[in-house]
T-cell receptor, first 111, second 113 residues
Framework: KQEVTQIPAALSVPEGENLVLNCSFT??????LQWFRQDPGKGLTSLLLIQSSQREQTSGRLNASLDKSSGRSTLYIAASQPGDSATYLC??????????FGGGTRLMVKP | NAGVTQTPKFRILKIGQSMTLQCTQDMNHNYMYWYRQDPGMGLKLIYYSVGAGITDKGEVPNGYNVSRSTTEDFPLRLELAAPSQTSVYFCASRTDYSNQPQHFGDGTRLSIL
């Protein structure tokens, strides 16, 4: 059974810092890995999706990497802003139609 | 551009009552999902559907039922509500292509008292 772990559970940084969120998974036979953002009281918004054959994906100030062999992914946020404050969730797709989620990292960026 | 719409947004039920959580999407997606999210936790899959008339169990299906009579709608039924079903419920959909992300609704916050 796939298990997904996110560390740290919470993170507080001053505005302007570069930061890294971590995600680890136990079963490397994945279709893809996805990073989502969740704002309080809202649903999830997809940030980046990395296919199993890819090593990284970039969107603006966000860069996600994938190392299947070690069961790890990182989400790098450059020049953090208060608007980046949210919970970030990592999810792994093993079967092509089901996601297993980590518990999330709650990020606060202080002005 | 509605996307995935869930109703109601909030609901309080008494133990033993039943209710249906509604989910509809206007993107013509075949794949639809129901998740629950407990406080401070990630999402767990309850049921999913790969097209009208086809449903399957996820990780935590006990106490729930689903149906999929149309492409647009995927209602989730709670029978005999229990306090353990207090949670936030999210519906999601995606295209047939597994390299595309799921699109989520804003959730239904359900309390069982």
């Amino acid at each position: 059974k796939q298990e997904v772990t996110q560390i740290p559970a919470a993170l507080s940084v001053p505005e302007g810092e570069n930061l890294v969120l971590n995600c680890s998974f136990t079963d490397s036979a994945i279709y893809n890995l996805q990073w989502f953002r969740q704002d309080p009281g809202k649903g999830l918004t997809s940030l980046l999706l990395i296919q199993s054959s890819q090593r990284e994906q970039t969107s603006g100030r966000l860069n996600a990497s994938l190392d299947k062999s070690s069961g790890r992914s990182t989400l790098y946020i450059a020049a953090s802003q208060p608007g980046d404050s949210a919970t970030y969730l990592c999810a792994v797709d093993n079967a092509g139609n089901m996601l297993t989620f980590g518990g999330g990292t709650r990020l606060m960026v202080k002005p | 551009n509605a996307g995935v719409t869930q109703t109601p947004k909030f609901r309080i039920l008494k133990i033993g009552q039943s209710m249906t959580l509604q989910c509809t999407q206007d993107m013509n997606h075949n794949y639809m999902y129901w998740y629950r999210q407990d406080p401070g936790m990630g999402l767990k899959l309850i049921y999913y559907s790969v097209g009208a008339g086809i449903t399957d169990k996820g990780e935590v299906p006990n106490g729930y039922n689903v149906s999929r009579s149309t492409t647009e709608d995927f209602p989730l039924r709670l029978e005999l509500a229990a306090p353990s079903q207090t949670s936030v419920y999210f519906c999601a959909s995606r295209t047939d292509y597994s390299n595309q992300p799921q699109h989520f609704g804003d959730g239904t916050r359900l309390s069982i008292l």
